[in-house]
């Protein structure tokens, strides 16, 4: 049976301006892997200067149209579009490879509805939610990888509220009913989230194929000049503003970290009402993974809103009224995006909210952190970080306390990290000198993702202590005993707990991992009343005030340690127990005979008297520095040829932050060193803003 390739024509429009090695790899891949009869190929050259006008002059199956200056994107897809004479017309950059199969699947997509009018595949480097992770490292290899994914399955296909135009398929019928692109927006850049919006407004539906990879080296002739490429991209969004009356950068946001806080099966009938909606791209998304789910959106933008009338219930207005529009109506999830800093009375905002949520339903919020090192920067620097229509960002402990007022517990919540530039993370450096990888983690996270329940009763005080010692719902009971107080936590500590000291340890370690220094010292100031020679409240007591800047006191800490420490080790049996490891490895921790306490723990693996899996559980469960501490040793195990338990202490530090500079570093490295070149490049490519020391390594497991 004949594919649809083989009974219509599609038109390839390519743009050219220089590049001439890109662009023979993009057609040589389409001659390679299209059906000769399915296509025409139409390229719009503009104006280059390093060969590439004769070599299109030399080829027989390309239909070229030569620019003697350079008119920009949508132009010359314009002119390449009037002379087309395919059924379908595909609109493809020159820094393209495509792939077996590409062209077929798309086209069954394309034609599978009617009212579906342009298509896109994903790939390795695009905007807009359109890329994948991929393994390869050369185009031989990505052939290979594409075979995998390119199998026509409509299970695969996704309702868009835009295509990107690096690869972007519509119908011949498509384009004489919406036009041309808009030229206002040349030389490039927001003409393809224009032109899905006209597609869409004339009834048409856009799919992203997941069923088709292709591979895109990524805007070859933009990243030539980056200033001037950014300076495009502003007035060109402006310019999109202006025509549109909305952001699309802002307003079209897919919050994937929303789905998987949903809990129904793929298959059930449930309602969904999103606050801050903006154009709808999250609820699409809902829909595309839950088919049978209602979608509702309510967001202050007309214009915006409007966007997402096709497949939900849009409604507008004022936010402090919004509630007002859903008398009635309950929904199994409310999604609050980002509209809490928006409004005066942000508890009597969710207190609205919680009335039009089911008994059993959950409620979301997305917001920015006040603590986000972007807006301390910026406040530092005189410069405000609120919008225009923002009031004031929140700590994740206010967010906290305001659900627990209106009535919601069970909370839960995640960050939303972003990338800094390398001054920014001096900035942080200087201003927490003292803070671990969570405190400084909660300064890199831009937003916080929480869902809760509605639930008057906070557990009791007991309840919160178990799950703490269980590690269960931990940032939910940490703030519950908060609000209760320390002094009535430790009054129940005093008549209920079986081992006072330990559980006055833990709930200090815990409020220090999670930045409430405040309530750390009441903690393990009763700890030290009840045993003055007790060595995790010594070594608890010294790390706290060490970070307070107390450092007298730390060292006066520290030196009980060694003194209690010492008269411990002469006693300790072999081999070693529990007790004795936590004492090594805190004593590296706090840096007390840390010489000593890594030898002897070395000579203690070599004598095989303790294990690395030991040593793991006790840095897990008992030090702070959990990242450093794994580093440290690690290191010196590779140092001292104990190499089967490097990489089981490297794994478990990569394990608690996959995004640590010196972790990422040291597994590279010693990867490298045991010859699995490709995982030593997967670890050293993952570091942020590498420096020398990182590129060096870089290049000599490339060049090994």
């Not at 195990?637 to 104990?642: F, K, P």
């Amino acid at each position: 049976m004949d594919g649809l390739g083989d009974r219509m024509k599609t038109s390839i429009v390519i743009l050219t301006h220089n590049h001439l090695e890109v662009t023979k790899l993009c057609i040589e891949s389409i001659r390679q892997y299209t059906n000769p009869q399915s296509y025409e190929l139409i390229v719009v050259d503009n104006a280059s200067t390093d060969g590439t006008t004769q070599w299109l002059s030399e080829q027989q199956d390309i239909r070229s149209i030569f620019n003697t200056q350079n008119m920009g994107f949508p132009a010359g897809c314009n002119q390449g579009m009037k002379i087309a004479i395919g059924d379908n017309i595909m609109l493809l950059n020159n820094d393209v490879v495509v792939t077996k199969g590409w062209l077929e699947n798309l086209l069954t997509c394309l034609y599978s509805q009617d009212n579906i009018g342009a298509v896109g595949p994903i790939t390795n480097r695009c905007a807009y939610y359109q890329t994948i992770p991929v393994s390869y490292q050369t185009l031989e290899e990505m052939q290979p990888f594409a075979a995998k994914h390119n199998a026509s399955n409509s299970d695969l296909w996704e309702e868009r509220l835009k295509l990107i135009g690096y690869a972007f398929l519509f119908k011949r019928v498509v384009y004489e009913k919406v036009g041309e692109l808009d030229e206002i927006f040349s030389p490039g850049n927001f003409e393809d989230d224009d032109y899905s919006i006209r597609i869409r407004q004339a009834g048409y539906k856009l799919i992203l194929c997941k069923d088709t990879f292709i591979h895109h080296f990524g805007s070859v002739s933009f990243n030539e000049k980056p200033k001037e490429y950014q300076s495009l991209l502003k007035r060109n969004e402006e310019k999109f503003v202006e025509k549109w009356g909305f952001d699309s950068q802002k307003t079209m946001l897919i919050r994937y970290e929303i789905l998987p806080l949903i809990t129904h099966d793929k298959e059930d009938s449930f309602s969904l009402l999103e606050i801050g909606s903006g154009c709808g791209g999250t609820l699409l998304q809902a829909k595309n993974s839950f088919p049978k789910s209602k979608v509702y959106g309510f967001d202050s933008h007309e214009a915006a809103a409007r966007q997402a009338s096709s497949f939900a219930d849009v409604r507008t207005g004022d936010w402090e009224s919004f509630h007002s529009q859903y008398t009635g109506e309950l929904f199994e999830y409310i999604v609050i995006n980002n509209v809490l800093e928006k409004v005066a009375d942000p508890i009597a905002f969710i207190e609205k909210a919680k009335s039009l949520l089911h008994p059993r339903g959950s409620l979301i919020m997305i917001n920015k952190n006040l603590n986000h090192i972007h807006v301390i920067e910026g406040l530092a620097k005189g410069v405000s970080p609120f919008a225009y229509d923002e009031k004031r960002y929140f700590t994740l402990n206010e967010l906290t306390e305001m659900l627990g007022i209106a009535g919601f517990s069970q909370v839960e919540y995640s960050s939303h990290p972003i990338w800094l530039y390398k001054s920014t993370v001096e900035f942080m450096e200087s201003i927490i000198p003292h803070a671990n990888e969570q405190m400084k983690n909660y300064y890199r996270a831009y937003e916080f993702v929480l869902k809760a329940t509605a639930n008057s009763a906070f557990p009791s005080i007991s309840i919160s202590i178990e799950e703490l010692q269980r590690g269960e719902n931990v940032d939910f009971q940490l703030q519950a005993l908060r609000d209760v107080g320390c002094d009535r936590v430790i009054e129940k500590v005093m008549t209920e707990a079986n081992d006072r000291i330990a559980t006055l340890n833990l709930l200090a370690v815990k409020n220090f991992e999670h930045g409430y220094l405040e309530d750390v010292i009441p903690y393990l100031q009763k700890a030290y009343e009840l045993d003055e020679h007790n060595l995790d409240t010594l070594y608890n007591l010294s790390a706290v005030m060490e970070i307070s800047g107390e450092t007298e006191l730390a060292a006066w800490y520290a030196e009980q340690i060694s003194k209690v420490s010492s008269e411990d080790m002469e006693t300790l049996p072999e081999p070693f127990d529990r007790q004795q490891l936590k004492f090594l490895v805190r004593r590296i921790e706090f840096g007390v005979q840390t010489e000593e306490a890594v030898l002897e723990l070395l000579n203690g693996l070599k004598q095989a008297v303790v294990s690395v899996e030991e040593i793991i559980n006790v840095v897990t469960d008992d030090v702070v520095n959990k990242v450093e501490v794994l580093n440290l040793i690690g290191v010196h195990c590779y140092e001292n040829d104990l190499h089967e338990e490097v990489i089981p202490l490297l794994q478990s530090a990569y394990d608690i932050n996959r995004l640590d500079h010196h972790t990422l570093y040291n597994l590279a490295y010693v990867m490298n060193a045991y010859g699995e070149k490709q995982l030593a490049l997967s670890f050293v490519q993952q570091i942020e803003q590498p420096d020398e020391t990182v590129l060096e390594l870089m290049a000599a497991i490339k060049g090994a």
